[in-house]
């Protein structure tokens, strides 16, 4: 062993060390190594960079973009809508479509940033069944796991793998390589999720601790929408077709305040937030505030030429993503108490409708449009998002008090999901399609999402996990200077050394098992960067193929089930499912056997040795 070798080495077990105490940050310590090795003299300062020209690099920055225009378009949450629709009463039938529509989102975005997304779906689906979210949570982070080995871009070890078989001169993984073994693993773990749910007890619902926020429905109870909300079609001959809000004066005449508009279109039916120039149509379904329930009875709705339609649910719920609730107190020195709703002109200045009124911790009831503001009143106020993000920028008139939970599911181009998933398909085309190169491919699929605003350059460049791409390339050169030193051959040597005469299978599970468990002290990224090259020139010196030694070390890398700290998927769900670390070592640990198990009998099946 050289001077040389002994001093990567060294340097990596710093690396390692620093990795565990997470101090300082991962892609700091990646930035030191970068800066580290061409001192020592081992590699050359253009070889330290190397990694900020790599495909793969550019790769997982642009799929980091597509992932955030698939949540910026509402796609990722319209299947959480449909999880919660259709799971019914049944926590198995939960537990089976959650970790299907987990691992299939995961396959093409981020794991973690899915997770994050259904965390808050599985505890409201979780509260309304009276399951304890300890029994949903793991299943929940497994099949984020699971998701990485579906497809080549589903994880960045994946293409840290592929990239070293494109530098070893070979032909790289196609786009679905992974997903025979991996659909194999997903229905293995969901099998093992509905036997071992049961070991993560949680018999009762327990609350979770965490900081409770006002929601829609909370605000709309709080100052009586329920009983006052209508949807109400606009029939052939109403005296309302082809006329302006404005024009008909519906609130100050006949107390209907018209909130938003159902309309449907050839396709598809569209929400339209009511101002004041809006036209309503024959056949517009009205969204309204009545100032009073019995106002339908009234014969309002004859003469108005309406009908009445059944209302299941509060249409707050219905649109959360396109219509919002917010809570306004008038500060000191504001300028509107003494002026009616009416004189305010809300709707027409501001783009929103006041649909409440609170004054002495008591809703007001009744035609609100002549009520005159005190300084203590707080209101709510109806409309889009946008708007209502807007209205906190002026201070000086109006207080929002909080914002409710949903407004972190907005999607703030909701209308432009048709073209997010053509972005996507155009990607996934491209990919398996092999007509250009899997990065071009990427940024083909990013700039279909940029043409038709899924999604804009500030929310692209937020949208890059930075942190990951810069540990990723920091810890690229490790595999070179271990290269040059020696360092590999000498871990193929004794990888054969004390299993060679076993076999190839013995070998492959040797390395699964020393990935796996090298990947629960660093990143399950450095740790395919620094395994790939061990397997490929292990597989080369038995003169074996090295595609079954490479997908070994890309399966056991996302196959980080066995502490809650060996992937970020499982610190998410470590709070909200009250979980120890003993419930993922008890839970993990035999899953992670018998995902080796699986990987290691199909593997060589699949690619053969």
Same mark, same amino acid.
């Given at each position: 062993?050289?001077?040389?070798?002994?001093?990567?080495?060294?340097?990596?077990?710093?690396?390692?060390?620093?990795?565990?105490?997470?101090? #300082?940050?991962?892609?700091?310590?990646?930035?030191?190594?970068?800066?580290?090795?061409?001192? %020592?003299?081992?590699?050359?300062?253009? @070889?330290?960079?190397?990694?900020?020209?790599?495909?793969?690099?550019?790769?997982?920055?642009?799929?980091?973009?597509?992932?955030?225009?698939?949540?910026?378009?509402?796609?990722?949450?319209?299947?959480?809508?449909?999880?919660?629709?259709?799971?019914? $009463?049944?926590?198995?039938?939960?537990?089976? =479509?959650?970790?299907?529509?987990?691992?299939?989102?995961?396959?093409?975005?981020?794991?973690?940033?899915?997770?994050?997304?259904?965390?808050?779906?599985?505890? %409201?689906?979780?509260?309304?069944? +009276?399951?304890? #979210?300890?029994?949903?949570?793991?299943?929940?982070?497994?099949?984020?796991?699971?998701?990485?080995?579906?497809?080549?871009?589903?994880?960045?070890?994946?293409?840290?793998?592929?990239?070293?078989?494109?530098?070893?001169?070979?032909?790289?993984?196609?786009?679905?390589?992974?997903?025979?073994?991996?659909?194999?693993?997903?229905?293995?773990?969901?099998?093992?999720?509905?036997?071992?749910?049961?070991?993560?007890?949680?018999?009762?619902?327990? *609350?979770?601790?965490? @900081?409770?926020?006002?929601?829609?429905?909370?605000?709309?109870?709080?100052?009586?929408?329920? *009983?006052?909300?209508?949807?109400?079609?606009?029939?052939?001959?109403?005296?309302? /077709?082809?006329?302006?809000?404005?024009?008909?004066?519906?609130? $100050?005449?006949?107390?209907?305040?018209?909130?938003?508009? *159902?309309? &449907?279109?050839?396709?598809?039916?569209?929400?339209?937030?009511? !101002?004041?120039?809006?036209?309503?149509?024959?056949?517009?379904?009205?969204?309204?505030?009545?100032?009073?329930?019995?106002?339908?009875?009234?014969?309002?709705?004859?003469?108005?030429?309406?009908?009445?339609?059944?209302?299941?649910?509060?249409?707050?719920?219905?649109?959360?993503? *396109?219509?919002?609730?917010?809570?306004?107190? =008038?500060?000191?020195?504001?300028?509107?108490?003494? +002026?009616?709703?009416?004189?305010?002109?809300?709707?027409?200045?501001?783009? =929103?409708?006041?649909?409440?009124?609170?004054?002495?911790?008591?809703?007001? &009831?009744?035609?609100?449009?002549?009520?005159?503001? +005190?300084?203590?009143?707080?209101?709510?106020?109806?409309?889009?998002?946008?708007?209502?993000?807007?209205? &906190?920028?002026?201070?000086?008139?109006?207080?929002?008090?909080?914002? #409710?939970?949903?407004?972190?599911?907005?999607?703030?181009?909701?209308?432009?999901?048709?073209?997010?998933?053509?972005?996507?398909?155009?990607?996934?085309?491209?990919?398996?399609?092999?007509?250009?190169?899997?990065?071009?491919?990427?940024?083909?699929?990013?700039?279909?999402?940029?043409?038709?605003?899924?999604?804009?350059?500030?929310?692209?460049? +937020?949208?890059?996990?930075? &942190?990951?791409?810069?540990?990723?390339?920091?810890?690229?050169?490790?595999?070179?200077?271990?290269?040059? !030193?020696?360092?590999?051959?000498?871990?193929? $040597?004794?990888?054969?050394?004390?299993?060679?005469?076993?076999?190839?299978?013995?070998?492959?599970?040797?390395?699964?098992?020393? !990935?796996?468990?090298?990947?629960?002290?660093?990143?399950?990224?450095?740790?395919?960067?620094?395994?790939?090259?061990? /397997?490929? $020139?292990?597989?080369?010196?038995?003169?074996?193929?090295?595609?079954?030694?490479?997908?070994?070390?890309?399966?056991?890398?996302?196959?980080?089930?066995?502490?809650?700290?060996?992937?970020?998927?499982?610190?998410?769900?470590?709070?909200?499912?009250?979980?120890?670390?003993?419930?993922?070592?008890?839970?993990?640990?035999?899953? !992670?056997?018998?995902?080796?198990?699986?990987?290691?009998?199909?593997?060589?099946?699949?690619?053969?040795?």
């Amino acid at each position: 062993m050289n001077v040389d070798l002994l001093l990567v080495l060294f340097l990596l077990a710093s690396c390692v060390g620093l990795f565990v105490i997470n101090k #300082p940050r991962m892609d700091v310590v990646a930035l030191l190594a970068m800066v580290a090795l061409p001192l %020592s003299g081992v590699i050359s300062i253009n @070889e330290a960079l190397a990694g900020f020209s790599d495909p793969s690099v550019v790769l997982i920055a642009a799929l980091f973009v597509i992932g955030n225009g698939l949540v910026r378009t509402g796609i990722a949450y319209r299947l959480g809508d449909w999880l919660m629709r259709s799971a019914g $009463s049944s926590e198995t039938r939960l537990l089976i =479509l959650l970790m299907l529509a987990v691992a299939g989102l995961g396959s093409v975005m981020s794991s973690t940033g899915v997770v994050a997304i259904f965390i808050p779906v599985v505890l %409201s689906i979780a509260a309304r069944m +009276k399951v304890s #979210p300890r029994r949903l949570m793991m299943p929940l982070a497994f099949a984020g796991l699971i998701s990485g080995m579906l497809t080549l871009v589903a994880t960045p070890p994946n293409m840290v793998v592929h990239s070293e078989l494109r530098r070893a001169g070979l032909d790289g993984f196609a786009f679905f390589s992974f997903a025979p073994i991996g659909l194999a693993i997903l229905v293995l773990g969901i099998g093992y999720m509905l036997l071992a749910r049961r070991w993560l007890g949680g018999d009762t619902v327990q *609350e979770v601790a965490v @900081e409770q926020r006002d929601t829609l429905d909370i605000l709309a109870q709080r100052y009586r929408l329920p *009983e006052r909300e209508r949807r109400l079609r606009v029939q052939p001959g109403s005296v309302l /077709a082809n006329q302006a809000l404005d024009e008909l004066k519906l609130r $100050s005449q006949y107390g209907i305040n018209v909130i938003a508009i *159902e309309r &449907q279109y050839k396709f598809r039916k569209q929400l339209l937030i009511a !101002t004041g120039n809006t036209e309503l149509f024959v056949g517009d379904v009205l969204l309204v505030d009545l100032a009073s329930p019995a106002i339908g009875l009234l014969g309002a709705y004859e003469e108005l030429g309406v009908e009445s339609l059944q209302l299941s649910d509060s249409y707050y719920g219905d649109y959360s993503r *396109e219509l919002g609730l917010a809570e306004v107190a =008038l500060p000191p020195d504001s300028r509107l108490p003494g +002026k009616t709703i009416q004189e305010l002109g809300f709707r027409s200045t501001y783009k =929103l409708n006041v649909v409440g009124v609170r004054r002495n911790h008591q809703a007001l &009831q009744g035609l609100l449009v002549d009520e005159k503001l +005190k300084p203590a009143d707080t209101l709510l106020v109806a409309g889009s998002w946008k708007h209502i993000h807007r209205l &906190q920028g002026l201070s000086r008139d109006f207080l929002v008090l909080s914002l #409710p939970a949903e407004i972190d599911d907005v999607a703030p181009a909701a209308n432009q999901a048709p073209f997010a998933l053509l972005g996507l398909a155009v990607m996934v085309g491209l990919m398996v399609s092999g007509l250009v190169p899997n990065v071009l491919a990427a940024l083909i699929g990013c700039l279909v999402m940029g043409l038709f605003r899924c999604i804009d350059m500030d929310s692209a460049y +937020k949208a890059i996990h930075w &942190q990951s791409l810069v540990l990723i390339v920091g810890m690229l050169p490790f595999a070179l200077a271990l290269e040059i !030193t020696g360092g590999i051959a000498l871990a193929v $040597s004794g990888l054969i050394g004390l299993f060679g005469d076993a076999g190839p299978h013995a070998l492959l599970a040797c390395l699964f098992l020393l !990935t796996a468990v090298i990947g629960l002290f660093i990143s399950n990224t450095a740790t395919a960067v620094l395994m790939a090259p061990v /397997a490929i $020139s292990t597989a080369t010196q038995l003169g074996a193929s090295p595609y079954p030694f490479a997908m070994i070390v890309a399966l056991a890398a996302s196959a980080a089930f066995m502490t809650p700290i060996s992937s970020p998927v499982n610190t998410l769900v470590l709070g909200p499912g009250q979980y120890r670390f003993a419930d993922f070592v008890r839970v993990g640990v035999p899953f !992670t056997l018998l995902v080796m198990l699986v990987s290691v009998l199909l593997v060589p099946w699949l690619f053969p040795l």
